[in-house]
């Protein structure tokens, strides 16, 4: 049964980014007809954060290599008629800065089944 394994930290964490991975695919068929874009996005590892210095104690990159990834996304004419992909701020990019570029997610994020029964579990949790 779902939820009653225990996890570590780390586990549960990237669990979770998969959940939201998932839930972005999703929401592109949701959202198709209205013209609205979604993009998937793993603003970048270890930034420096409470959570990441508590969690490691180091970071590999700042705090505003995420944010700056984010806002360009969502606002920059380069991304406006990007929708159902996935960018990695890790992976190195072809922009000739520190931003990453669109690339491949976990396969179970491009899983049908598997956001199927993501999304009927989660209702199932928010039906109790």
């Keep these: 049964m779902a939820g009653q394994k225990g996890l570590s930290e780390q586990d549960a964490y990237a669990q979770s980014k998969l959940a939201l991975t998932m839930w972005s695919m999703a929401l592109v068929e949701q959202v198709a007809a209205h013209n609205i874009n979604v993009i998937a996005v793993n603003p970048g590892s270890l930034l420096n954060t409470r959570m990441a210095n508590e969690a490691y104690g180091q970071h590999w990159s700042s ?62 949790i928010l039906t109790v």
């Design 63 to 124: 705090a505003d290599k995420g944010a700056g990834i984010l806002v360009a996304l969502a606002v920059a004419n380069e991304f406006a008629n990007e929708t159902d992909q996935y960018f990695d701020n890790d992976i190195k990019g072809e922009y000739g800065d520190e931003r990453g570029e669109f690339g491949k997610p976990h396969s179970d994020a491009l899983n049908k089944a598997a956001i199927a029964q993501l999304i009927q579990h989660t209702q199932d």
